[in-house]
């Protein structure tokens, strides 16, 4: 009597249940992925108002006020923003002719998540969703982070 080759290959359940189990860690690893590209988009937005507040500081310095020709922020944003990389955020400043407030408004993926620093160093984080409690007196990088 012939034997009988065994067949090779996966039954159909055995498939569903890898492609479950695979689902299952999709749903979990996911989410920390896009908080992870989020906290590197953010240095972004960080390094910027840190640079930010060093140039106002050093023009602050040159001529005893923030503003230029009836203009704050450096006489044009543009001279502020010189050389600073804005993929995920938007700068802004405004200011008088003895405090200024700049700010980074994100964009894409980060839509939604803002960040002010003004003349005093105040840092604050006015918008991040999923945080309550908002603005904190710090720059967070991840929802639900406190000062």
Do not use: H
Not at 14 to 37: D, K, Q
Request: net charge positive.
């Amino acid at each position: 009597m012939p034997l009988r080759k065994k067949k090779g290959g996966f039954t159909l359940i055995e498939v569903m249940i890898v492609v479950a189990i695979v689902a299952i860690l999709g749903a979990i690893a996911y989410p920390s992925y896009v908080a992870y590209m989020q906290r590197g988009m953010i240095a972004e937005a960080i390094g910027n108002l840190a640079e930010m507040r060093v140039r106002q500081e050093r023009y602050f310095q040159d001529n005893r006020s923030y503003v230029s020709a009836g203009v704050t922020c450096n006489a044009n944003l543009a001279s502020l923003t010189t050389g600073l990389e804005q993929r995920y955020f938007t700068l802004g400043c405004a200011g008088t002719a003895n405090t200024f407030t700049a700010w980074a408004n994100g964009t894409g993926a980060v839509n939604g998540i803002n960040f002010t620093i003004n003349q005093d160093n105040i840092r604050q984080t006015t918008a991040f969703p999923g945080t309550v409690g908002l603005p904190l007196n710090c720059w967070i990088s991840k929802r639900g982070e406190a000062c």
